[in-house]
């Protein structure tokens, strides 16, 4: 697998990766990931290959990997028996990716993690919005088309492909959520860590601190809530590039006391505690293919109070642990009100959530995945396949279980 992040760095894609290859490992696949180098991490891990890099303007968090560096390792990665190549991410590795599977000679998987059409213009904010909508759209018809298939989050967000004109074999496959690792988790002793009160009605919020993810539409339905309930408080846990004028405009709101930012939490440890301290978990990007986190809270046991835009409508499509909020703020408020203030609504949202994260087991999803891999990988054997110019984007190079 190729990636532009990984671990240490926190967001959707880094662990989607991370999920895959754990549960692909425990279905006895094998998988190697290049990923950047980041500053302070272990550069010796099995299976991952760090490739050196340096920052990203306007985006301190990420990193830019060495094209020749990974142009490099072909040779040598040419010796190791891989199926399949994997790309998650569009810059870098997308780019080194093709021309690493043309030297391998395999076929060449791709997935849509991010959707680029509203991410674009937070970071390119000198351009019109209108152009970096066309840019990204034109991109990612180019490199599209450029694999032998598309694995997508959601069914949203393959209808929005679809609407660009791309018309490529596309598997509808989400990243699953490790019901192993998410249980437990001791929400009173995250109260303790932070002060607060036993009884205090919180909200928690986690993800990458990033303009895209809406938090200021949940700011802005927090000032309705408090008016009912004073004493609430918003958790916001996750870092990023929108973190100071969130805090500004949690200031310019007068919710200095009702919003508490923790940064990044440990995902074995205290992110689990985070979870399970919230009464509810809010929840109103307009962006996700996905939504991870939706599924986090409710393999924990956590209510979900969340927009259904994008993927996240995917996952909150006929579930029992959440309320679906509309997509504007009175509203949004409105069901963040009745989760707090009614104990026995609350009590059955908890009960019924582990149940709804279950069908979307990691182990399922990753079974899924390495029979696309398979029948790639048949196909191509079968036809002897060498990648075109026109081929290759490649974010993991995975061995098969039984593959010769």
């Not at 569009?90 to 509203?118: C, I, K, S």
């Not at 009464?279 to 996700?288: G, I, L, N, P, Y």
Request: with cysteine.
């Amino acid at each position: 697998m190729i990636s532009d992040v990984s671990f240490p760095r926190v967001n959707g894609v880094s662990t989607s990766i991370a999920t895959f290859r754990h549960s692909l490992a425990e279905l006895g696949h094998e998988s190697t990931l290049i990923a950047p180098a980041y500053p302070g991490a272990a550069l010796d891990e099995p299976g991952l290959i760090r490739v050196p890099s340096r920052g990203v303007p306007r985006d301190p968090e990420d990193r830019l990997m060495s094209r020749r560096y990974i142009d490099r390792l072909g040779a040598g990665l040419a010796t190791g028996g891989y199926d399949v190549v994997h790309v998650h991410t569009p810059f870098v590795a997308h780019y080194a990716g093709v021309a690493l599977a043309r030297r391998l000679g395999v076929p060449v998987v791709e997935t849509y993690h991010t959707f680029f059409e509203e991410y674009l213009h937070h970071y390119v904010p000198v351009l019109p919005r209108a152009l970096t909508r066309r840019l990204a759209r034109r991109m990612s018809v180019s490199q599209c088309a450029a694999v032998d298939a598309l694995v997508v989050p959601s069914r949203q967000m393959l209808a929005r492909l679809h609407g660009y004109g791309i018309r490529g074999r596309a598997e509808v496959l989400p990243t699953g959520v490790d019901l192993v690792r998410f249980r437990g988790g001791d929400g009173g002793a995250f109260r303790r860590q932070h002060g607060i009160p036993a009884q205090r009605p919180v909200l928690v919020h986690i993800s990458r601190v990033a303009h895209e993810k809406n938090i200021d539409f949940i700011l802005h339905a927090l000032v309705r809530v408090r008016a009912v309930l004073p004493e609430v408080l918003l958790v916001i846990a996750g870092e990023g590039p929108a973190l100071a004028h969130l805090r500004q405009l949690t200031a310019r709101l007068g919710l200095g006391a009702n919003v508490l930012f923790v940064g990044y939490l440990n995902r074995a440890t205290t992110l689990l505690d985070a979870y399970r301290a919230g009464d509810a978990f809010v929840f109103a990007s307009r962006t996700e293919t996905q939504g991870l986190v939706l599924l986090e809270a409710l393999a924990l046991g956590v209510p979900v109070v969340s927009t259904a835009v994008m993927g996240t409508a995917d996952v909150l499509a006929g579930v029992q642990g959440a309320l679906v909020a509309p997509d504007e703020v009175a509203g949004f408020a409105a069901c963040v009100l009745r989760v707090l203030t009614q104990p026995k609504l609350r009590a059955r949202l908890a009960l019924a959530a582990p149940a709804d994260a279950a069908a979307w087991s990691a182990s399922a999803m990753a079974t899924r995945l390495a029979a696309l891999y398979r029948e790639l990988a048949t196909a191509a054997a079968s036809r002897g396949y060498s990648s075109s110019p026109d081929t290759g984007v490649m974010d993991a190079t995975c061995r098969l279980n039984g593959s010769e």
